[in-house]
């Protein structure tokens, strides 16, 4: 394995580091007050091609592997992970299902706007009843005519309010089961489609979440997405593959975390000397240290397996839940070590350690990753 990166990729982690220093810091505390991100500074996103992350080139956008994906995002997690969460979403569950299983006509109509950032994504899977067991669903679709009608809601979806396109599933046979679900590309002008509320969070301010209302939804026959019934397999495998890329973000705030925690620890003085010199800061330091480079190991070990083409289900879920416990720790750490400051909300500190928090639970509870991690190593086993 060689995670040596191509040129290009380094001399865009370096216009990212310098984008963030210039444009993403400077407002980040003006967004987690407003809980907004300024159209201009998404304008600017744009401009720098980073909604295309994950689209082909031949549909406009920057075709760019597993690898080279986790090495931006590692970058882009440096930041108020409220911006980045939009970003991620609409890189990852927002876009990957069309990518992957859209037909050429479908890539064609969609891809291309959604490389440039004039269309949105985000994905609609959980529903009030259908949450971790997520082939509960109860939002149905009924084929009339050359078109299905869906009825139904859906809850916690990222990018909800600003979204364009819809990753949606829904019930089109219910005696099949988990085999009787089917994907669609939606629409956010389709009749019967529409936005809920703003949900108020804990944090990842700027990102919002919305509620999705289905009455009598109209979508054509031609926006199924991928082979009718694979909607709960399509699903799966779109959670899977974004999981690397949600965990090197995590590794780029917790790199974030640890450089400010080093710089405080050296600078800050208690009892006459610098608290660096307190060897439980020195040990939380490294146990920081630690974790950020085993975890950064894993993630471009399993970023490799991925562009290799190999199963990454369990190693997938390996990673997320790694890198959303280690996120916690050093989080936690970094409070600790701020003492009095690192609670107080005019500084960063404790927005990452709030931010932190939904890692354990979005796209894939920590249960759930164990789940699927004990059930492959059983697979494994029976051969």
Known sequence: MNFELPE???QMKRTIREFIDNEVEPLAMQIEENDQVPDTLLEKSKELGLFGLSIPEEYGGMGLN????CALFEELGKTINGYTTILGAHNGIGSVGIVEFANEEQKQRYLPKMASGEYIG????????????????????VKKGDRYIINGQKIYITNAPIADVFTVMAVTDKSQGAKGITSFIVEKNFPGFHVGSIEKKMGLHGSHTAQLYFEDLEVPE????????????NALKILANG???LAARCLGSCQYLLDKSLAYAIQREQFGKPIFEQQIIQHYLAEMAL?????????????WMTDQGMNVIKEAAMVKLYGSEVYNRVADKAVQIHG???????????????DARITRIY???????????ASRLKKEYEG
């Open 66 to 69: 597993m690898v080279g994906k």
């Open 222 to 233: 031609e926006n199924v997405l991928g082979v009718p019934g694979q909607g709960y397999v």
């Open 363 to 373: 796209e894939g509870t920590s249960e759930i990753q164990k789940n699927i991690i």
């Open 8 to 10: 290009e990729i380094v």
């Open 122 to 141: 985000a994905f609609a899977l959980t529903e009030p009843e259908a949450g971790s067991n997520a082939a509960n669903l109860k939002t149905t679709a």
């Open 291 to 303: 974790d950020i480079e085993t975890l950064r190991s894993f993630i471009y070990r399993v970023a």
């Open 243 to 245: 999981r690397a890329g």
């Open 340 to 354: 009095g400051i690192g609670y107080i909300a005019e500084y960063p500190i404790e927005r990452f350690y709030r």
